[in-house]
C-alpha cells in the first residue's frame, strides 16, 4: 500500500558526513510524524531524529549536534543529514512514516534499512 525507498547509505571515514534520503509513495493522503531509527548488530533498534509534520524535530542524545533530520512534504521525503561520523554511528538505517491513506487510515510504514559504515 505505501512504500518508503531509502537511499544514500555507504562507507565514509571518520569525521565524514552522509545524507540519507527516503522516499514515501503509493496510497498516501498526507504523512504526520516522520523519522530515522537505527539498529545496530545484535541490537534493538533506536531512535536518531523525528520530525513532525510541522517540522518540529526530536534528537537522541548521541547524535545532537551532528545530525540534522528534514523533510520535504510536496515530495514525500525525509532526510537525515549525518556530519562528523563516528564509528560507533555503523548501524542500519531505517526510515519510518506515519502515514495517512486516502480512506484515512493511518498506518506506520518502514524502508527496509539501509547500511553505513563508518571506518577508515
Known amino acids: 500500500q505505501v512504500y518508503l525507498v531509502e537511499s544514500g547509505g555507504g562507507l565514509v571515514q571518520p569525521g565524514g558526513s552522509l545524507r540519507l534520503s527516503c522516499a514515501a509513495s503509493g496510497n498516501i493522503y498526507s504523512i504526520h510524524d516522520m523519522a530515522w531509527y537505527r539498529r545496530f548488530p545484535g541490537k534493538k533498534r533506536e531512535l536518531v531524529a523525528d520530525?513532525?509534520?510541522?517540522?518540529?524535530?526530536n534528537y537522541g542524545e548521541s547524535v545532537k549536534g551532528r545530525f540534522s533530520i528534514s523533510r520535504d512534504n510536496g515530495k514525500n521525503t525525509v532526510f537525515l543529514q549525518m556530519n562528523s561520523l563516528k564509528p560507533e554511528d555503523s548501524a542500519v538505517y531505517y526510515c519510518y512514516g506515519e502515514i495517512i491513506s486516502h480512506d484515512m487510515t493511518t498506518g506506520d510504514y518502514w524502508g527496509q534499512g539501509t547500511q553505513v559504515t563508518v571506518s577508515s
Open positions: 520530525i513532525g509534520s510541522d517540522h518540529r524535530t
